[in-house]
């Protein structure tokens, strides 16, 4: 297996909901990345787990909260989103986090 | 941080050659990555450089010159469905952590 995917490919939710994305690798990889790429834009980093600990959280708002429950999964919880957090959320991983990264075909949310 | 430069966009012919540049200052430098992004697709990872020079790979080369802060990607014998965004990424010594640059967008033409 060597692919990341992501579930649900497609999002929309309402300011007041809770929802969560998910993330799977069966590839052995031991670091694991949420970016937010918005139209015409290049992704932007969120947070990395390494060997399952959160090692980087680019400042992002505690709306997001992320998740890795084991060293094949990687959750994005998510609450009291804005209509401008609406963006494609991708996962990534790599084997290491000093290695290139397989990308997940992301989730595309939308915020109503 | 990271500030990185990228042509916005390119236009090349079918079965010609194209040469997307990149440029970069950095607080802090381990390797340059080079990802293929289709429009609505996830980026695909294409080269990646940590020391100076050539990086060949069938019809994609990359280069990287550490000291003049350069890199290119090299296309040959263009397809069209080359046709997409090249994301050029800089990993800081905080390992984990890539910044992209905005991309440059790809258009072959027959």
């Known amino acids: 297996d060597t692919e990341v995917t992501q579930t649900p490919k497609h999002l929309v939710m309402g300011m007041t909901n809770k929802k969560s994305l998910k993330c799977e690798q069966h590839?052995?990889?031991?670091?694991m990345y949420w970016y937010k790429q918005k139209a015409k834009k290049p992704p932007e980093l969120m947070f990395v787990?390494?060997?399952?600990?959160?090692?980087i959280n680019e400042s992002v708002p505690s709306r997001f909260s992320p998740e890795c429950p084991n060293s094949s999964l990687l959750n994005l919880h998510l609450h009291a989103l804005q209509p401008e957090d609406s963006a494609l959320y991708l996962c990534?991983?790599?084997?290491?986090?000093?290695?290139?990264?397989?990308f997940g075909p992301g989730t595309r949310l939308t915020v109503l | 941080g990271q500030n990185i430069d990228q042509p916005t966009e390119m236009t090349a012919t079918e079965g010609a050659i194209v040469q997307i540049n990149c440029t970069y200052q950095t607080s802090g430098f381990n390797g340059l990555f080079w990802y293929q992004q289709h429009a609505g697709e996830a980026p695909t990872f294409l080269s990646y450089n940590v020391l100076d020079g050539l990086e060949e790979k069938g019809r994609f080369s990359s280069f990287l010159s550490r000291s003049k802060g350069y890199s290119y990607l090299l296309l040959k014998e263009l397809q069209m469905k080359d046709s997409a965004s090249y994301l050029c990424?800089?990993?800081?010594?905080?390992?984990?952590?890539?910044?992209f640059g905005d991309g440059t967008t790809l258009t072959v033409k027959p």
């Open positions: 590839m052995g990889h031991r670091a």
């Open positions: 990424a800089v990993r800081d010594t905080n390992a984990g952590k890539s910044t």
């Open positions: 787990y390494s060997y399952e600990k959160l090692s």
């Open positions: 990534a991983s790599s084997q290491s986090s000093v290695n290139e990264q397989f």
